[in-house]
């Protein structure tokens, strides 16, 4: 009874430093995607796949990457990290992109950038 | 260019009485609105949705009104519990278009004893 779960919670990398945030999903899910959170920003979303093999960008992708291996896999990786990438970070996957179905978000990654 | 807009940052409300959270959308195309509750620490929680083609919604205490022409939804909570405190996004997206929500800016709820 997993769901979505990201990981590391926590993080602080120096500016310039690379990482990966973890996403897994155990629902079966074919439509997984990156937000992130700044305070008086909303959610914004950061790239998006409809299943395996397929990856496309969000409103706010520049500095991140993605790949889709698996269904169950959707890793976001930062490339250089800069100061701006400061955030807190949500996974979500959904069944399909019927509108009607609910999206299920992670926990959070809290990332720092010094 | 915020195509989502919820324009209080907080509202208080005594326990019992109706909590009422306001969203703006700018977006026509928009046909499917959600509201998500987040609690400090933890992913945000869908909570109640509407469709275009529909004017309201309810789901127990909790209903969402649609008012297409001013391009304009709300959500009403009553009675208002101290559970409910949290910060509440609206979020709308276009069928077909995948997992791309748009969300709003928040609204953080304190409900009072």
């Known amino acids: 009874n997993a769901g979505v779960t990201q990981t590391p919670k926590f993080q602080v990398l120096k500016t310039g430093q690379s990482m990966t945030l973890q996403c897994a999903q155990d629902?079966?899910?074919?439509?997984m995607s990156w937000y992130r959170q700044d305070p008086g920003m909303g959610l914004r979303l950061i790239h998006y796949?409809?299943?395996?093999?397929?990856?496309d960008q969000g409103e706010v992708p520049n500095g991140y990457n993605v790949s889709r291996s698996t269904t169950e896999d959707f890793p976001l990786r930062l490339l250089s990290a800069a100061p701006s990438q400061t955030s807190v970070y949500f996974c979500?996957?959904?069944?399909?992109?019927?509108?009607?179905?609910?999206?299920?978000f992670g926990e959070g990654s809290w990332l720092t950038v010094v | 260019d915020q195509q989502v807009k919820q324009n209080s940052p907080s509202l208080s409300v005594q326990e019992g009485r109706i909590s009422i959270l306001n969203c703006d959308y700018t977006?026509?195309?928009?046909?499917?609105f959600l509201w998500y509750k987040k609690y400090p620490a933890e992913g945000p929680t869908f909570l109640i949705s509407?469709?275009?083609?529909?004017d309201k919604n309810e789901d127990g205490r909790f209903t969402v009104f649609l008012n297409k022409s001013a391009k304009h939804l709300s959500l009403h909570i009553v009675p208002s519990q101290p559970g409910d405190s949290a910060v509440y996004f609206c979020?709308?997206?276009?069928?077909?278009?995948?997992?791309?929500?748009?969300f709003g800016t928040g609204t953080r709820l304190q409900v009072t004893l």
């Open positions: 979020a709308a997206t276009l069928t077909g278009t995948a997992s791309k929500l748009t």
């Open positions: 979500a996957s959904r069944e399909d992109g019927y509108s009607g179905n609910t999206i299920y």
């Open positions: 509407i469709s275009s083609i529909k």
């Open positions: 629902m079966n899910h074919e439509y």
């Open positions: 977006n026509s195309m928009f046909d499917y």
């Open positions: 796949s409809v299943g395996a093999g397929i990856t």
